[in-house]
């Protein structure tokens, strides 16, 4: 674990710190479920549009004001702190990139995509479940400096990656009919999603150095 604090000072600096960026994972699962429930048909894509840009505008809203506490927190401690910052740093971008992905699902639905109707239906169901609640987990995992929570969501989140490229190859040779173009990018959409928060939580078990690791496919990680 790479994330050790000193005095009790610093500590509530920080603690204030990953107060926000857990209200910030809060909303990126509000935006994921707005945008997957769009996806599926379950709601009116035009009618949460604006909710979920203005839910994601408070996300870049708490992320500048973690940056900025960031650098009062470096401008008292000098580089005492410097891993620690960086930590914070790197992750607070990946939880934000979550929200921006959640857009990306939802211009799919504003676009027509409808997957309500798709034999692989029950399929994205799963899928929106799962992924909703990983963000939960990777935040609960990481506040609580879960190692081993932490190994067990990232080797699941793995198996994601895997069987989201598997299912663009498959749509790619025109194996499975149905909207093809709007669910391989949803596929994709939603590897990143899982890709940010692996990054999230890599930085429970993992040194500085192997930060925003997950963000390559496996056969392109440096070891």
Known sequence: MILRFGRSRERERLDRIEEKMQVMLRHDRHEFELAMSALMGQIDAAA???????????????????RRGLLVHTSVLGGTDTPTVLVYMSIVKDIERVGDYAKNLLDLALDGANFADVPTSPMWHGLAQEISEYITDAGDAFQRRDEARSRDLLTRGSELLEIFDERVSALVRGEDGGQ????????????????????????????LDKLDYFDEDPEDRIG
């Open 48 to 66: 949460v549009n604006d909710e979920l840009r203005s839910t994601d505008q408070k996300v870049n809203i708490l992320e500048r004001e973690i």
């Open 180 to 207: 093809p173009v709007s669910r391989a990018l949803a596929h994709r959409y939603l590897k990143r999603v899982v890709a940010h928060l692996m990054n999230v939580l890599s930085a429970v078990i993992m040194p």
